[in-house]
């Protein structure tokens, strides 16, 4: 049950399908939330029946505070019919209840597609996931529908080049041991013959289905045939019937919902109505009470007078004016309550009752209070007894209700490792420091893993996966798995079919298809231009994007409008900005052609778009120094010349080569990771605007053997978050390095001699 009754103590079976021990070996008691179901039982709430044998009396219905029909759902058949409700979230109930309400004056119009934006599907104590889609909406639409159920699994890395598939949620009602048995019979069969090993991992905390991969396994592929020749992948028909004032009725989730308030407006009347009663009644007995204790010493001598009770009672019922009732009650009044505090109390419960008959009146007349209160009931379930969704939800399928609709709109960070560990995280979690702080842990990565690229996405947006073969895989960014600013992530292969030996080389991301280019940059320094429409449908299994040479990889993928300028620079410090026309749109089989003439050893290290929003170009080298360049500096040439010089090559010998090169805005924020894992962010303007013939500043204090692997430019930050770096003495900042005299070669061969500034014994 997603919501159990019953709290067992002892072997109550299992998962397995393990037997429960016989009834003398455990105990069991009504769970918590079980008591919802019973309570205001006593008030008159529902009609009761004879039992079997009609020696007892039972009742029709509970009065069901809490709507159990719909959160634990319920499996059954009969004659010429069968039920089948799957259970549901307490929280997501309780919010279509409150919608409902808050909308009962246009019942009418309420759509199932009104209700789904809070029940966004059945909810399985087992968890998994639901292939929704349009079956989904139907089901809720109509009542009837079967619904696409598959296990939770995760790719794991267990040695060397060697991947496993990790079992960790099962399709409900599914025996976890037929599961294991139907996969050896598969392998011994020949039908799975890429699996190596399989073993059940499961504890106390938690299921762990360990299958273990070949070396030449695809796991995407694997993990496709598993589902389909196991229940690891099953089909769960749902069949809304339930008895609807005592007649078999298919019912919508909206006619469910009503029918659940309607019950609940009946009880709450009925209970009203059993209270109503017991307080005017109880009003009439202190009535007389108040009566008698004003005339308390005639009361005293009538009832010593008197014969025997019953003539004191005939006599005071004259003599007050009091019902039979009343006068019973006085009779039967102790001498303590003749006492001035006990008469008080009497006064003030009197009061009370008087308020509280006032009260259930008030709510008997407006049907909209007991509305209200139906409401304010589920709501305070819903907090009291309320967890999270246990099953995700998968609703590509179905255009109209996309998995979108349910996803937070913020700016991520997108990490792909060296070792192909990828993970999302929100840019928030890296806050922003000062320029040459020693920065955040970014990554808990191994010794010989590093971040290899990043990329800033809004979590809505198509990131495109371009690998060293030349091919392009797509997901939308809320299909990364999200992880904390600490997590490792999660093997790339396990949510991209990539074929083995392929690795991520360059990743890019875009709202729409629509309109725009695509220009591509190899590190070879081969350049081509493809049309952004011709990636609008990427099928799983990829598709190319450019073919490439041998030694050479795809390692920049940017997007212009057809106006735009490229801009490249080198490792080695060299670089080239022409527009983007020189560049003719090819197909995505062309290789492209050359970009930039590159020197003996050299290499790109950055490729970027200029237009007329930006104006500054960021480099940052291998050793954490960097500036900020204005782009005016860099004159448009023509393409696959060698260019002008960037940085110089003292400053490449101090700082090392240049990892990444980006053009900016002037509010731009920079996230900085490195090879050991460390992740700073920190704003543009920090940096200092020197240029082309400077050397630069120090970025961030890396460790001894620590260099930087990867930047991507964020979008900024509110000020208030922004921290100062460290102490310089504390971070060992060193003062800024400008040399505004270095030789700097054109094109043209044109040389401008500039005087060097002396450089101090510390900076030397």
């Not at 299992?14 to 008691?29: F, H, L, N, V």
């Not at 279509?96 to 309400?101: D, G, K, L």
């Amino acid at each position: 049950m997603r919501y159990p009754l019953v709290d067992g103590q002892g072997n109550f079976g299992s998962i397995d399908g393990d037997s429960p021990a016989a009834m003398r070996y455990t105990e069991a008691r009504l769970a918590a939330i079980a008591e919802e179901l019973l309570v205001d039982l006593n008030m008159n709430t529902v009609d009761w029946t004879d039992n079997f044998d009609g020696s007892l009396q039972e009742p029709t219905v509970l009065p069901a505070r809490l709507p159990n029909l719909l959160l634990n759902g319920s499996s059954g058949i009969a004659v010429g019919m069968a039920t089948n409700i799957p259970p549901h979230n307490l929280r997501e109930i309780a919010a279509a209840v409150s919608y409902m309400i808050d909308h009962y004056d246009r019942f009418e119009e309420i759509s199932v597609d009104d209700l789904m934006q809070f029940v966004k599907g059945p909810d399985f104590p087992t968890g998994a996931t639901i292939l929704g889609g349009e079956s989904l909406r139907e089901v809720y639409a109509t009542g009837r529908g079967r619904l696409i159920v598959r296990a939770q699994t995760d790719i794991e890395e267990i040695g060397r080049e060697r991947q496993a598939i990790v079992v960790t949620e099962i399709p409900y009602q599914i025996n976890k041991v037929g599961v294991i048995e139907r996969l050896a019979q598969l392998v011994r069969d020949g039908k799975l013959n890429e699996i190596s090993d399989l073993r059940d991992e499961s504890d106390r905390k938690g299921m762990r289905i360990v299958i273990e991969l070949k070396r030449t396994a695809q796991p995407m592929k694997v993990l496709n045939q598993i589902y389909k020749h196991t229940a690891l992948q099953s089909t769960f028909g749902v069949q809304m019937l339930a008895l609807v004032d005592g007649e078999p009725r298919t019912i919508s989730l909206k006619r469910a919902l009503q029918i659940y308030i309607e019950h609940r407006r009946e009880v709450i009347r009925r209970r009203s109505e059993f209270e109503l009663d017991r307080a005017q009644a109880r009003a009439h007995i202190l009535e007389g009470y108040l009566k008698a204790l004003g005339g308390l010493d005639d009361v005293i001598k009538t009832i010593r007078e008197a014969a025997d009770s019953e003539e004191a009672r005939d006599n005071l019922m004259i003599l007050f004016d009091l019902s039979e009732a009343q006068a019973r009650a006085i009779l039967d009044l102790q001498l303590r309550r003749i006492a001035a505090l006990e008469r008080q109390k009497i006064e003030e419960e009197y009061q009370q009752v008087t308020a509280q008959i006032a009260h259930l009146r008030d709510l008997l007349a407006h049907p909209h209070k007991i509305l209200a209160l139906i409401r304010s009931d589920v709501n305070q379930l819903a907090e009291k007894f309320g967890d999270e969704r246990r099953t995700r939800l998968d609703m590509n399928s179905y255009e109209g209700f996309d998995e979108a609709d349910f996803v937070r709109d913020e700016e991520v960070l997108i990490s792909i490792t060296q070792r192909g560990y990828i993970k999302r995280s929100p840019s928030a979690l890296y806050r922003t420091q000062g320029r040459g702080g020693r920065g955040v842990t970014g990554m808990a990565t191994r010794e010989e893993d590093a971040v290899e690229h990043l990329l800033s996405a809004n979590s809505l947006s198509h990131v495109l996966f371009f690998t060293n073969r030349g091919k392009v895989y797509a997901l939308r960014s809320f299909q990364i798995p999200a992880t904390d600013r600490n997590g490792k992530g999660t093997i790339i292969t396990g949510v991209i079919g990539l074929e083995p030996d392929e690795a991520i080389t360059a990743l890019t991301c875009v709202d729409d298809f629509d309109s725009g280019y695509f220009v591509m940059c190899t590190q070879n320094g081969k350049i081509k231009r493809v049309k952004i429409s011709d990636f609008a449908s990427v099928r799983a299994n990829g598709l190319i994007a450019m073919s490439l040479d041998e030694d050479d990889r795809l390692r920049w993928v940017k997007r212009t409008t057809g106006n735009d300028a490229i801009l490249i620079i080198t490792a080695r410090g060299w670089s080239i900005r022409f527009h983007e026309d020189d560049v003719r749109v090819m197909g995505r089989q062309a290789m492209g052609v050359n970009a930039i003439r590159l020197q003996e050893g050299d290499r790109l290290a950055g490729v970027d778009v200029v237009d007329e929003s930006v104006s500054e170009l960021l480099i940052v080298t291998a050793r954490g120094y960097g500036k900020r360049i204005p782009l005016e500096e860099y004159r448009l040439q023509a393409r696959y010349g060698m260019g002008l010089r960037t940085l110089g090559q003292k400053a490449i010998d101090r700082f090392g080569e240049i990892v990444s090169a980006h053009t900016l805005h002037e509010d731009d924020e920079i996230t900085i990771i490195t090879r050991e894992g460390m992740a700073l962010r920190t704003r543009a303007e920090s940096i200092r605007l020197v240029s082309r013939a400077a050397m630069g500043v120090r970025l961030i204090n890396l460790g001894r053997h620590d260099r930087v692997v990867s930047v991507a430019v964020v979008e900024a930050s509110a000020p208030e978050h922004v921290e100062d770096a460290e102490d310089d003495s504390a971070n060992g900042h060193q003062p800024d390095v400008d040399l505004d005299a270095l030789t700097v070669d054109s094109l043209n061969g044109e040389v401008v001699d500039m005087e060097e500034e002396d450089l101090g014994e510390d900076e030397e």
